[in-house]
T-cell receptor, first 114, second 114 residues
């Protein structure tokens, strides 16, 4: 099906473990984004990518790593999970047309770090 | 530092009335502003975009205004319905729109009572 998907939808992991959240979009959008959403903070940008092999930091990148070898995939890796990374993670994509710029969001991944 | 403020408390309104949500920002000159709707357990969904040179935008029962002097956007839902109950997020686009990045407010929870 066309759209943007995230996996897993729910994940429980232990402190210190590495965990990868997957994001896949079928629109061939140039831009992809990773956000975390926490109560009281709203959506905060972790990393974004303007195209394959081009990534850049957002507002809260520490402790996260991204890659984008293919246009459609944008995985987010927590190298050594901490409790403060317990959050809901959203992936989004948008096209480069500057007349619109709306972002299309995935359903989110709820991550709990114990 | 850049700051985006939305009504922090939930907005309760009677069905059929007009709901008005506020988005204020400081230390920022956005090229455009967007509004998103977010339902519980789901990712945000794009509703409307308004550019810095536009005063007002309408889409069906939705109306957005943008006052760059006051640094404020108002989001109106006329003839509100219980199905309009959700969290509404405003998001500011970067000047020039070169990166497609957005900065999100924390959102306002709207509850429409039947």
């Amino acid at each position: 099906d066309a759209g943007i998907t995230q996996s897993p939808r729910y994940k429980i992991t232990e402190t210190g473990r590495q965990v990868t959240l997957m994001c896949h979009q079928t629109w061939s959008h140039s831009y992809m984004f990773w956000y975390r959403q926490d109560l009281g903070h709203g959506l905060r940008l972790i990393y974004y990518s303007a195209a394959a092999d081009i990534t850049d930091k957002g507002e809260v990148p520490d402790g996260y790593v991204v890659s984008r070898s293919k246009t459609e995939n944008f995985p987010l890796t927590l190298e050594s999970a901490t409790r403060s990374q317990t959050s809901v993670y959203f992936c989004a994509s948008s096209e480069v047309d500057r007349g619109r710029n709306e972002q299309y969001f995935g359903p989110g991944t709820r991550l709990t770090v114990t | 530092s850049q700051k985006i403020e939305q009504n922090s408390e939930a907005l309760n309104i009677q069905e059929g009335k007009t709901a008005t949500l506020t988005c204020n920002y400081t230390n920022y000159s956005p090229a455009y502003l967007q509004w998103y709707r977010q339902d519980p357990g789901r990712g945000p969904v794009f509703l409307l975009l308004i550019r810095e040179n536009e005063k007002e935008k309408r889409k069906e029962r939705l109306k957005v205004t943008f006052d760059t002097t006051l640094k404020q956007s108002l989001f109106h839902i006329t003839a509100s319905q219980p199905a309009d109950s959700a969290t509404y997020l405003c998001a500011l686009g970067q000047p020039g729109g070169a990166t497609n990045k957005l900065i999100f407010g924390t959102g306002t929870l709207l509850a429409v009572q039947p």
